[in-house]
């Protein structure tokens, strides 16, 4: 029998212990032994509850217990939670975790401390929910030069953009509707300025190139400037409108942003809706995978928690190599990456049609009755291009990178 602690009894670490509970005999023919959870870290103390007697509320009794071989870190936030799991990792115990927040920011020295101390710190739930990604990335794709990966990787945000795609509701009402159904938070800033989807991308591209990558440096635009008439247009122009997080890597360079993008019906994640994530990567020799499936919820996010526990276990008293270095990926600027333009502009395109084409060249047309203005599509520019066409021309409302 092996023991674990789960600091944090909340939406994932509840799930944990629930399929610790439910699963154990399945657990056990792949480990030789149960697993079982011998505390559970919280604040609260679930009196009259299964788990009452579980309950502790100093994490040095953990620390401390020799009976306790993995920790699971489900808190979230960067403190105590880096504190803990750092604490956890060299007291020589397995950790794994589904706060991509503590593996952004610390990825790179926890993964060093593991090594050390020849244990094993794993986060498979930190990006993309219950879809394996994280362990894919370092098995499956080992031998592969990854050349791209974009992703739809928060669902919050995927959740809005679909409603407002499907039925013509404004961002407001949709993100209300998606607060209502607990998709997204009180305050939702974290989802819809893209921050979320900044880490996970960050830890994708460090897995992806085996350097750290700093959240910081990554270009990030979140989805409130999308508006229901930008969806008219798509909708008109049979096209529509995803928040990807995407890294391309070429010649040793690699470039990342967070940002709305349109795209057409043959795209990969054109069909991506509601909570779903969906996560499109590209090898030199494998060509486009695709990875889809919950990106977030109680039970498929324990589910990847899981698997990270059998894996450690499995691999107790051997650090099993992934993650990155400590080497800092320079990022390219966003400037040197090319996209067509959605641009919406002022005025009546029969009018400044040729105004237009003088500036961005040859684009495709767009008009919705009873409107004030009209869109362009653009031909492929890089965005610094982009941006020094954009300032000669006058009354510029929206402007959507496309990839069509």
Known sequence: MKKVAVMGYGTIG???????????????????????VKYILDLR?????????????????????????????AMGGLEPAYSFVKASLKAGKHVTTSNKALVAAHGTELLAIAKEQNVNFFFEASVGGGIPIIRPMYTSLAGEEIEEITGILNGTTNYILTKMDKEGETFEAALKEAQDLGYAERNPEADVEGHDT??????????????????????????????DVDFRYADSMGTSVKLFGSSRIKDGKASAFVAPVMIGPTHPLYSVND??????????????????GSGAGMLPTASAVIADIIEALLNDGHHVEMGWDGDRLQLESLKTSSFRYFVR??????????????VFGNVDVTELDHMDEFAVLTESMTEEEYEQKARELSGIRQMIRAEL
């Open 14 to 36: 509840s799930g944990v212990v629930e399929i610790l509970e439910k699963n154990q005999e399945k657990i056990a023919k792949k480990l030789g032994y149960i697993v079982e």
């Open 45 to 73: 103390d679930f009196p009259g509850t299964p788990v009452e007697n579980k309950i502790v509320h100093d994490f040095h009794i953990i620390e401390n217990d020799p009976e306790i071989s993995m920790v699971v870190e």
């Open 198 to 227: 900044c880490r996970k991308i960050s830890i994708l591209t460090a897995l992806a190139t085996g350097h750290e990558v700093h959240y910081e440096d990554i270009y990030t635009e979140g989805i409130t400037k999308i508006t």
């Open 275 to 292: 909570v779903y994530n969906g996560i499109l990567v590209k090898g030199n020799m494998l060509g486009t995978a695709m990875f889809y």
């Open 345 to 358: 502009i002022k005025g009546i395109a029969e009018k400044r049609l040729e105004e237009v084409k003088n």
